[in-house]
């Protein structure tokens, strides 16, 4: 029974979450909430590692937590999910996207799903921001950010600025 749920909310998460591996985060919460198969503080963690490692966010998660629910067999099944969904879409999509590509109605979905995933970025970003009240991780994100408006750099730089900054303040318990 687990794995079949495994594989409904993950293939659920890699079927509705459009926008790359950060607008995953919106479900992974919510299962956080609700199923507890991680708490919210895990999955921070799995952000923060999944951001400085290769593979997208979501499939990272979903790889943790499968296999922290039901062990290598549940880690499987819900990577698996995740990534059925949009395997299927690209092999469908593929085959019609080259008769349908000048489609003016073809481009203007294609257009319409950028701001959707902007939107799903900005909730997490919120949601994150308002329900951290840590201050010197506020004083970061702020630090940075103006930084980033200064120093026009890859976002990698900045990604791995936060890292050493996190691990030192974990380090010298400025953070919890």
Sequence with gaps: MILAQLFFEFFHIGLLSFGGGYATLPFLYH????RHWYTAK????????????PGPIGINVATFAGFKTAGIVGSLVATASIVLPSFI???IISRLLEQFKHNKYVRSI???LKP???GLLAAVGVDMFVNNTNVLGMFLLVVLFVLSLIEKRDPLFYLGVSAVAG???GLFGWIN
């Design 167 to 169: 691990i030192i303040a």
């Design 42 to 53: 895990q999955l921070t963690d799995m952000i923060a590692v999944s951001s400085i490692t």
């Design 116 to 118: 959707a995933g902007c």
């Design 31 to 34: 299962i956080a909430e609700f």
């Design 110 to 112: 294609i257009y319409t």
């Design 89 to 91: 879409l690209v092999l």
